[in-house]
């Protein structure tokens, strides 16, 4: 069983970054696999970032390429999302998953935080 909580979000100008944070609870957090979906308003829950449980792979989804990166520390059982040049289509709710085997699908993931609120002014 793994517990996740979610932390970082806010308000920010388009331009800006953020981090976000995901703590997970557990000692086999290092053998998940974790990723990172939101959820704009009207919209259904997209795939993000993933990385695998040695973090040595990481995917995106073309549009944060380049501007998000995911990394995780096992020692601190945090996995984290950097936000660089945000634009007002990233607002959303952004939801930290995790899984023993990972990927871009939300159905591969058993294991979900409570969100974080993501807003992005133009």
């Known amino acids: 069983q793994v517990q996740l909580v979610e932390s970082g979000g806010g308000l920010v100008q388009a331009g800006g970054s953020l981090r976000l944070s995901c703590a997970a609870s557990?000692?086999?957090?290092?053998?998940?696999?974790m990723a990172w979906f939101r959820q704009a308003p009207g919209k259904e829950r997209e795939f993000v970032a993933a990385?695998?449980?040695?973090?040595?792979?990481?995917y995106y989804a073309d549009s944060v390429k380049g501007r998000f990166t995911i990394s995780r520390d096992n020692a601190k059982n945090t996995v984290y999302l950097q936000m660089n040049s945000l634009k007002p289509e990233d607002t959303a709710v952004y939801y930290c998953?995790?899984?023993?085997?990972?990927?871009?699908?939300?159905?591969?993931?058993?294991?979900w935080g409570q969100g974080t609120q993501v807003t992005v002014s133009s």
């Open positions: 998953a995790a899984d023993r085997l990972g990927g871009s699908s939300q159905r591969l993931y058993n294991y």
């Open positions: 557990g000692r086999t957090f290092s053998s998940y696999a």
């Open positions: 990385i695998t449980f040695s973090g040595i792979s990481t």
